[in-house]
């Protein structure tokens, strides 16, 4: 039972090398399979406690991780590989044949760094025995990503997807609201589920929000979202509501609001606006971001707003400014960089 070929490009390794040395007595890779896969789910529970419990990962975040992490074991099965004994080789090939299946280079790269943390975990957990020479997966590096310029809508095309909502019964009242903060501020469509009621300040017109990582920040956000969120509070989430629920929007029965209906809201006024696009909740982020660079705010302003670890992230958004702010932007960049390596009081 010859082994299924590796991808050639990534290894570049002949057929004949694939192929496993005779013997009557070793077991076929199908047979071993399924105690290799046993080993690696095994494994595998650990790691999502740990991510979900010690680090404090979302949900979200952990099922995709675990998704990542099946795909890999079973490629490695497949090879008669097992999780503790596979190197930067059938890493590369598997990520290979992942960009070869059509996969998107995002997907693939999250992958890669999906295994960066599995194996330096199990590193740290004394787990995973030496590696061959050169061959340790921990040497294993995400194929390149190629520049993407966000796409975001114009002051008009915003304005004209906000003003979909414009019922006064409950469902359009919570709607509105739902457009306006999402635009206003430049939430996540995972934050803003996550907001409770005592989370708004709407005096002082600002918003505590929980993002990645668990990190805490306070957002801002203009007087149409926060006339938006009276109406809402004042009309709207009372006839919505049923019981005690901590949760600032609400959905069916009266719960918290999922994420897919924030999506359908958002997709739903892209239609009635007549966008082109799809209209999603990360595009109003990507707005938001856009217009606020665009209108001169400062680049650490901005990133603090989005909730970014590193001024890189919001760096995308200077491709499409108008070029004398781009480079303005530049500018405040390298000089952000050059502020962040200088070392500490003590250091």
Not at 91 to 105: M, N, S
Not at 218 to 226: S, T
Not at 292 to 310: C, F
Request: charged share 25%; hydrophobic share 45%; net charge positive.
């Amino acid at each position: 039972h010859p082994r299924p070929a590796l991808p050639h490009a990534a290894l570049g390794l002949s057929e004949r090398a694939n192929m496993p040395r005779a013997s009557s007595r070793t077991r076929t890779p199908s047979e071993r399979a399924p105690e290799l896969l046993a080993r690696g789910e095994a494994v595998l529970a650990r790691y999502a406690h740990e991510l979900a419990k010690v680090r404090g990962r979302s949900p979200f975040t952990v099922r995709n991780y675990q998704r990542d992490l099946r795909a890999f074991f079973a490629f490695l099965a497949e090879h008669d590989g097992a999780f503790d004994t596979a190197g930067r080789r059938l890493g590369r090939a598997f990520l290979a044949q992942q960009l070869d299946a059509g996969v998107a280079t995002a997907s693939v790269r999250r992958a890669a760094r999906t295994l960066h943390g599995f194996y330096s975990w199990l590193d740290r957990e004394d787990l995973l025995p030496p590696a061959e020479r050169g061959d340790s997966i921990l040497l294993l590096r995400a194929p390149k990503a190629p520049r993407l310029v966000p796409h975001f809508l114009s002051a008009d095309e915003a304005d004209a997807v906000v003003d979909t909502a414009a019922g006064d019964d409950p469902r359009s009242l919570r709607d509105r609201a739902l457009l306006e903060l999402l635009y206003a501020a430049g939430l996540r469509v995972s934050e803003i589920v996550s907001v409770n009621s005592a989370d708004l300040d709407l005096a002082n017109r600002q918003l505590v929000v929980t993002g990645k990582g668990k990190r805490t920040r306070v957002c801002l956000f203009g007087e149409p979202a926060r006339e938006a969120l009276l109406a809402y509070l004042e009309r709207a989430r009372p006839a919505l509501a049923n019981g005690a629920e901590p949760a600032l929007f609400l959905g069916r029965a009266g719960a918290r609001i999922a994420v897919r209906t924030v999506q359908d809201v958002v997709r739903r006024a892209g239609l009635q606006a007549a966008q082109p696009a799809r209209v999603h909740p990360h595009l109003l982020r990507h707005t938001f971001a856009t217009h606020m660079l665009d209108a001169g705010a400062d680049l650490r302003i901005v990133q603090a707003l989005l909730g970014h670890a590193s001024p890189d992230t919001t760096q995308i958004y200077t491709a499409v400014m108008r070029p004398y702010q781009g480079e303005l932007v530049a500018r405040v960049l390298r000089r952000t960089r050059a502020i962040e390596a200088r070392p500490g009081p003590g250091q």
